[in-house]
């Protein structure tokens, strides 16, 4: 973040810092939705089966777009989909800010939203590789992370003032941030097909021993994503989403249940970011630095931990204790993941394999909000365990099979733009 906020003060913002940037203000006025989104359909005569569905819907479809979208990014570019998908989030916050329609067209709007936004993930990530050396993707792909927490702790506050004035408001504050991000996003070069160039020449066919020219070589397989590089960090993707939704739905029940109010609540989660924004820097390097196939496992084990320790806990500083702990460790992981995925393939394949990883994300957070935090109803400590069940057995997998060893190449200096040398193709 002070790297952000240096570049931005001299006035030297590369290009992936101007994608930061632009995702840091876009992400705060998405978050600034979180806390208002059942208030606006309530205020519309929704039921709490209403709710459900405003909220599900857009996950869903953020889940389904995935790969379609990283299809897109790899065939017409990285920057029509980031342009294009955040000119349709606009136009449909501001669908959802004039209220133009029944509670059911309401919802079909939010279902667009999530389509969008599901849309630009796979291209941010993407083009963020593109604009990285392979040995830096780690530290990158942390400062997205302390970008996002930022959203966080900023949007939450700022969408619960404006619904002081109308609940629609947060829409028109969101399609706003998601414009005047658009502003630095535009100014970014194109970057597909970034290491084509770079790339050796293929070799020209052979002549056959009858003076024929041989067969050309056949191309690349149709099932390219099925290569542990790609489906290890996916997996462990899906875990790491499956924990942190769960969360999401269980969090608030297991404070209230101790007797807290709304207020701690918020503070707790804006506690266990601190951490993370505090030290992005660091657990970015480490990403880069250490070995991931030990590096993810561990974290996950302390995940897992944590999780199991909270049902035990009645008192809020020892599980502030905890969450700071875990914080810590999650830190490093979806940095490290998404950085193994970018190094899994060419330039060329690169929005598809972020669409792979983004919807094993998006999945595993669709089976955490629906089934460990359905579990909280039955016995409290259900959800916490199911979650580091699936940490533990994810790190497990981790272990034997993530890739070790960064690609070579991680010598590759950035170029005064920001960009790796041999890694742009600018348009």
């Known amino acids: 973040m002070l790297e952000i906020l240096r570049a931005l003060l001299t006035r030297r913002l590369e290009p992936a810092h101007r994608l930061l940037l632009g995702q840091l203000v876009m992400f705060t006025g998405i978050a600034a939705l979180f806390p208002v989104v059942p208030l606006y359909v309530r205020s519309h005569g929704g039921t709490s089966a209403d709710i459900a569905l405003f909220v599900a819907g857009p996950l869903v479809a953020s889940t389904l777009v995935q790969l379609p979208a990283g299809h897109l990014v790899d065939r017409i570019g990285r920057k029509p989909v980031l342009i294009g998908s955040r000119l349709l989030y606009a136009a449909l916050s501001a669908g959802l800010f004039l209220n133009l329609g029944p509670l ?6 939010r279902v667009g939203q999530g389509a969008s936004g599901g849309a630009y993930v796979p291209a941010l990530r993407a083009a963020l590789a593109d604009l990285t050396p392979p040995g830096e993707r780690g530290h990158r792909y942390a400062q997205l992370q302390g970008c996002e927490m930022v959203g966080l702790l900023l949007g939450p506050a700022i969408g619960g003032a404006i619904a002081l004035w109308a609940y629609s408001g947060i829409f028109a504050a969101s399609g706003i941030a998601v414009l005047l991000g658009l502003g630095a996003v535009i100014r970014m070069p194109e970057t597909r097909g970034a290491d084509i160039a770079a790339s050796p020449p293929a070799p020209a066919p052979s002549a056959a021993p009858d003076g024929s020219q041989a067969p050309a070589l056949p191309p690349a397989r149709r099932w390219w994503w099925l290569r542990p590089a790609l489906l290890v960090p996916s997996v462990a993707l899906a875990a790491a989403g499956t924990m942190f939704s769960m ?32 030290l992005t820097g660091k657990g970015g390097r480490l990403s880069d630095r ?8 561990a974290a996950l084990c302390v995940v897992a931990a944590c999780a199991s320790t909270y049902p035990w806990l009645r008192n809020i500083l020892p599980i502030l204790a905890v969450g700071t702990v875990e914080a810590l460790a999650v830190l490093v992981v979806e940095p490290s993941l998404f950085a193994v995925i970018s190094e899994s393939t060419t330039a060329s394949l690169r929005g598809r394999a972020m669409g792979v990883g983004g919807l094993f994300e998006a999945g595993g957070g669709a089976f955490g909000a629906g ?10 400590p259900l959800p916490f365990l199911g979650g580091a069940t699936v940490c533990l ?23 005064p733009a920001g960009i790796a040398r041999a890694e742009v193709d600018v348009v």
């Open 104 to 109: 059911w067209l309401l919802a079909l709007l």
């Open 247 to 278: 969360y999401d739905v269980v969090w608030p029940q297991y404070l209230s249940a101790r007797g807290y109010d709304s207020l701690v609540i918020g503070l707790s989660i804006s506690l266990f970011a601190v951490p993370i924004l505090l």
């Open 290 to 297: 250490a070995d991931r196939r030990l590096l993810v496992p």
């Open 371 to 380: 089934v460990l935090g359905a579990l909280y109803g039955i016995a409290e």
């Open 393 to 415: 057995l994810a790190a497990l997998v981790c272990a034997r099979a993530l890739p070790r060893h960064r690609p070579a190449g991680t010598s590759l200096a950035l170029q």
